[in-house]
């Protein structure tokens, strides 16, 4: 069982930053890929950026490349999400999500079915 928690959220005025923190448990295997989905209301789950532990290649959505970075810490075992420059169009809840299938990085980071494990969320909500 891998768990995932993620923190970190509130409410910021667009302009301004927030980091996500997601902390992986309960996993002993050293190859993985995390990633980063947002749902706002009444809009699909979106992909916000990607990592894959075997390589370590980054992924971002065409929406946030350029604001937001995701990082890794593979001795806390946290993934994180800095966000700067948000806009209102971040608003959502974001989650933290987990692919342990051992071919997990030659897949399509975007495709929500591949995580087997996801967080419970953290919201964003940020004002103009």
């Known amino acids: 069982q891998v768990d995932l928690v993620e923190s970190g959220g509130g409410s910021v005025q667009a302009g301004r930053s927030l980091r996500l923190s997601c902390v992986v448990s309960?996993?002993?295997?050293?190859?993985?890929?995390l990633a980063w989905f947002r749902q706002a209301p009444g809009k699909e789950r979106e992909a916000v950026a990607g990592?894959?532990?075997?390589?370590?290649?980054?992924y971002y959505a065409m929406s946030v490349e350029g604001r937001f970075t995701i990082s890794r810490d593979s001795t806390k075992n946290t993934m994180y999400l800095q966000m700067n420059s948000l806009e209102p169009e971040d608003t959502a809840m974001y989650y933290c999500?987990?692919?342990?299938?051992?071919?997990?990085?030659?897949?399509?980071?975007?495709?929500?079915?591949?995580?087997?494990?996801w967080g419970q969320g953290t919201q964003v909500t940020v004002s103009s």
């Open positions: 309960g996993y002993t295997y050293s190859t993985y890929c």
């Open positions: 990592v894959n532990t075997h390589f370590g290649n980054l």
């Open positions: 999500a987990a692919d342990v299938r051992s071919t997990c990085y030659i897949e399509d980071w975007r495709g929500s079915s591949g995580y087997a494990y």
